[in-house]
């Protein structure tokens, strides 16, 4: 009887590219308590969240400038200086996907990601062009946790919910996979990821 490993389909930020902003913002507000209040009121998560639902970043950007010129540089710095946010790849995450791709297994992604960063990563991440299928948020406008992206997925490449193993950092986006009938490994580091996976049946 042959077994079938399970399809595993990976979520980006933080799980293959290491992206936090403050990685930025470290270098454009020294203080910490101000770049804690920058980003708690100006340049806010759920700001960002819009542009990976699809809000073009000129018109995200011209939107905070009118509320908060004092900031304008600080603004104009998520968009123009957007690859500093990213400190870099994952290189456990991005050996297990390129394990996976060697042997034949179909790989897939789930992303929240704005349509212009996305393109750009592409460029400067060409492993993110391996996947054999990927939805990304701000090219659908839903986001994770929606059930729908996840629906999404399943019927563009013919899968089932059963099947698959979704891998994120987010503990909401895994309750949201795991609502939809997925199997999910939180990804928090320090993490054993290929342990992780050969646990839910993942032959590595």
């Known amino acids: 009887m042959v077994t079938i490993s399970p399809i595993v389909v990976f979520d980006v930020g ?72 990213v400190a870099g790849v994952i290189e456990d995450s991005v050996a297990v996907l390129a394990e996976l791709k060697a042997r034949g297994d179909k790989v897939y992604g789930i992303t929240n990601f704005s349509r212009e960063k996305w393109a750009e990563s592409l460029i400067r991440y060409p492993f993110l062009g391996t996947f054999d299928g990927v939805i990304v948020s701000a090219h659908e406008q839903l986001v994770k946790p929606d059930p729908a992206i996840y629906q999404t997925l399943f019927e563009r490449y013919g899968l089932t919910a059963a099947e698959c193993i979704f891998v994120d950092d987010s503990e909401k986006n895994i309750r949201g996979a795991r609502a939809v009938g997925m199997q999910a490994v939180h990804f928090v580091e320090p993490i054993d990821l290929r342990a992780e996976l050969r646990g839910l049946g993942v032959a590595l």
């Open 14 to 85: 933080n799980v293959l590219l290491r992206w936090d902003p403050r990685h930025l913002y470290r270098q454009l507000i020294p203080d910490q308590e101000r770049m804690h209040w920058f980003m708690q009121n100006v340049c806010t998560s759920a700001w960002n969240l819009e542009q990976d639902r699809g809000r073009p970043w000129a018109d995200a950007v011209a939107l905070l400038v009118a509320q908060h010129p004092e900031w304008e540089r600080e603004i104009r710095a998520y968009d123009e200086r957007w690859h500093e946010t």
